[in-house]
């Protein structure tokens, strides 16, 4: 049963971000030059929103806090992520949406997922010497969160309450969703007067 649920909540997710256009490189590129902002309103009111439910919820022992999942710190996670930054606005797609393009038929799609797999394979073999290099050592304490979560296994940055710090994030997302408007790029344009 479980597998019938993973697969019709990823069918399900997977048609809201075609249907959001995130299956689109168009408008990947559209949002990451901030000409087309519609997309990255709706990822920050996700995420905000997805925060403030987990982290309320946790706090009302409706969510188990047991659940909750921390990856650890270290050199490696800012370089990769550095390099996924530089693959999205490349190939105007990451991995999740890379998959969902694949579903809505766009065979450009098929090479994203290829070089990713072999880009996979490359750090497979080449683990050793990344595990040597010292760049994949904790840092900072390795699974931290900013702040405490009463009941995980997570040690806190700073002493404050990582519930209420988690919500209090989730918050500005939402409001940045709501005040960021649709056009940064044109709307600088248009104010700059022609010559």
């Not at 168009?26 to 990822?43: D, F, P, Q, S, Y």
């Not at 500005?172 to 649709?182: I, M």
Request: aromatic letters at 8%; charged letters at 10%; hydrophobic letters at 55%.
């Amino acid at each position: 049963m479980q597998i019938v649920l993973a697969i019709l909540i990823g069918a399900a997710f997977g048609f809201v971000l075609d249907r959001v256009g995130a299956t689109n490189p168009n408008v990947i590129g559209g949002m990451l030059t901030l000409r087309r902002l519609r997309l990255m309103k709706t990822i920050l009111l996700a995420i905000g929103t997805g925060s403030i439910l987990m982290f309320g919820g946790q706090m009302l022992g409706l969510v188990d806090v047991a659940h909750m999942s921390v990856k650890a710190s270290y050199i490696g996670v800012f370089i990769g992520g550095l390099l996924l930054g530089a693959g999205w606005a490349a190939s105007g797609y990451c991995p999740g949406t890379g998959v969902c393009a694949v579903g809505a038929g766009r065979k450009d799609a098929l090479f994203y997922i290829a070089g990713g797999l072999l880009g996979a394979a490359a750090y497979m073999a080449t683990y050793p010497a990344w595990k040597a290099s010292g760049l994949l050592d904790d840092i900072a304490g390795g699974k931290v969160t900013l702040g405490s979560v009463p009941g995980s296994e997570f040690d806190g940055l700073f002493a404050v309450s990582g519930d209420l710090l988690g919500i209090a994030l989730g918050l500005v997302f939402v409001l940045v969703a709501f005040v960021l408007p649709e056009n940064i790029a044109g709307a600088r344009a248009q104010e700059v007067p022609a010559e």
